[in-house]
């Protein structure tokens, strides 16, 4: 510490005689500032030394560090991280990607006394989390464990935390290093679940939330159809169906083998605390069949689950058809129908089969379409036929009568196998089975009786079996078809034959010839069917069962050879002569 000379002392004394007491008290202060004023100036350093910043940094958020000390004078700094120093006690850092553990290292130097100091922190990398999504089923089902799987990016690893519910107000259900959540949905549980998952950084803290909506689907039940149970043909009725379906359903109409989808109606019916949703359908009754199904099916958007409800419609049609000829229809006679309730104003249509009525030479309207005549009525008059009646603009569709021409039997047949039509002989080989079959164009069906040649009954229906043994079984069989109710009958034949022979061959002409002179030779066989023959003659073949032969030369005799064959089964025999030959002209030198 430095001293006061002596003159500035009696010079201070000399100023303070008037205020001693004040004097000492200034020269007290005085001393102390002084005192304090000299210490500031002795440097030191540097000392408590500190990083100030976090110990764990996320991928992708940027971060700032300090260096302080304890300096006099300030002291200078150098900060160094990973080989990069700055000459700051600020370090910025931003990391892009994940890497092992970081040192940050903090030099201070006081510029005085050259007296250095350091620390350092080691920085923890952490990446996440993020993209954070949930992997859930479809729909929920009451006491049925159902999965939820929990992703996001995290590193080193994360913490899942699962609620249903809104977080803030609900209490955890699991929380764990597993990304799954096994969830028994309670039986009280309906309506949508919201399912929560807290995805936490177990090294950084850092924590997303991510959430999805699921269905504790319901029904379809107490379902349940509202509408009029009878209807009379060409009115328009409504028709509701009504189902318990969360979170809702489509509906199907099934009416005369038609489907309908139905406008949706927002119609909720409160019933035992279970909302219901209408569905409404306006159909068009079109036809009488006297009682007509109209179901409607309720099935679950979700689920699939279908129920179907069912009503009875009593359908009542006040026009109809109606023969007014009194003998049955039967082709080749007159024939008429009448179109029965509709107003005498009412302009009426026919239709056959569904399509419009075309009239013709045979088919006649008379009293404004009311009456609808066959003359004459034919076969190919069977069909469905329906009046249609517009009264007023509304359209009544009549209940159909099938008419039904009585006729034949015509273009009666026989056919074998099955398809192959016969002709006037059918050939068989003997014990090899045949069936025949009959047929006729007739209606109502035809009855048919089979007759052999003896005219001996052999079968009463359509088909006919037999197998030939010898030539006994040959002859005519005949089919009979009958109609049972005109007595009209037809006939129709076929002459049974067996494939034989050949057999017996023969060759018939003259014993013997005459050099230059033409000689004529013709082959025989008992065969069936006919055989075709071959001659051998001259070491030369000729086909055909006549030949004709002229001998150029003197010889003693001349040998003749006609083989036969059956068409069908190939068999082959034959027949040789030996003919002498004779020449005017020759001396026998």
């Not at 049925?144 to 809104?166: D, I, R």
């Not at 021409?405 to 006037?424: A, M």
Request: a negative charge.
């Amino acid at each position: 510490m430095l001293h006061p000379s002596i003159d500035t002392i009696m010079m201070f004394h000399t100023a303070c005689l008037f205020l001693l007491s004040a004097c000492l008290a200034g020269a007290t202060a005085s001393e102390k500032l002084q005192s304090r004023t000299l210490e500031t100036n002795i440097p030191y350093g540097p000392q408590s030394m500190n990083i100030e910043g976090v110990n764990v940094v996320t991928i992708g958020i940027p971060y700032g560090f300090s260096c302080t000390a304890e300096c006099s004078p300030p002291c200078l700094y150098t900060m160094t991280l990973d080989g990069l120093t700055k000459y700051s006690n600020q370090y910025d850092i931003i990391f892009k990607t994940i890497v092992p553990s970081k040192v940050l290292t903090c030099e201070a130097k006081n510029p005085s006394t050259g007296e250095t100091g350091s620390i350092s922190k080691t920085l923890h990398v952490a990446d996440g989390p993020y993209n954070a999504s949930i992997q859930a089923p479809k729909w929920l089902v009451n006491g049925v464990k159902s999965t939820f799987v929990c992703s996001a990016v995290c590193y080193p690893s994360c913490e899942y935390t699962w609620y249903a519910g809104n977080p803030a107000t609900s209490s955890p259900l699991s929380t764990s290093a597993s990304n799954e959540l096994h969830y028994l949905t309670p039986q009280y549980q309906t309506g949508l679940l919201d399912v929560f998952c807290e995805v936490q950084n177990t090294l950084s803290q850092l924590f997303v939330e991510t959430s999805v909506a699921v269905w504790v689907p319901q029904g379809p039940t107490d379902i349940y159809m509202s509408g009029p149970t009878s209807a009379m043909v060409g009115t328009k009725e409504t028709y509701y169906c009504f189902a318990y379906c969360t979170p809702s359903c489509n509906y199907i109409w099934y009416y005369q083998n038609k489907t309908f989808t139905g406008d949706e109606a927002n119609v909720p019916i409160l019933n035992r605390n279970k909302p219901l949703f209408a569905n409404i359908l306006v159909i068009q009754v079109e036809q009488s069949h006297k009682k007509e199904s109209l179901v409607c099916s309720a099935v679950n958007v979700l689920t699939g689950k279908t129920v179907n409800h069912t009503m009875i419609i009593n359908v009542a049609d006040p026009i109809c058809v109606l023969p007014i000829t009194a003998t049955p229809p039967i082709a080749d006679s007159s024939y008429s129908l009448k179109c029965v309730g509709a107003q005498q104003n009412a302009y009426i249509y026919w239709t056959k089969n569904g399509k419009t009525l075309s009239t013709s030479d045979t088919v006649h309207l008379a009293d404004n379409n009311v009456i609808l005549t066959f003359d004459p009525l034919r076969a190919s008059d069977t069909g469905v036929y329906q009046c249609i009646a517009n009264e007023q603009g509304n359209v009544i569709p009549g209940v159909p009568y099938e008419l039904k021409v009585i006729y034949g039997p015509l273009n009666t047949e026989i056919t074998v196998s099955g398809d192959k039509l016969v002709g006037q002989t059918t050939l068989l080989l003997p014990g090899t089975s045949a069936t025949f079959y009959c047929s006729a164009k007739c209606y109502p069906a035809c009855t048919y009786v089979w007759y052999n040649f003896n005219g001996d009954i052999i079968g009463k229906n359509a088909s006919f079996s037999f197998t030939p043994a010898s030539v006994a079984d040959e002859g005519l069989i005949t089919c009979v078809a009958f109609n049972p109710i005109t007595q009209n009958y037809t006939t129709v034949n076929t002459n049974i034959e067996l494939i034989g022979g050949p057999k017996n061959v023969t060759i018939t002409g003259p014993n013997s010839v005459q050099v230059g002179v033409k000689a004529t030779f013709e082959c025989s066989a008992v065969c069936t069917p006919s055989c075709v023959y071959t001659w051998e003659v001259y070491g030369r073949t000729i086909h055909g069962s006549k030949v004709d032969l002229t001998i150029s030369k003197y010889v003693a005799t001349e040998t003749l050879l006609c083989i036969a064959q059956n068409i069908i089964t190939g068999k082959l025999a034959g027949a040789n002569e030996t003919l002498d030959v004779t020449d005017t002209n020759w001396c026998g030198c």
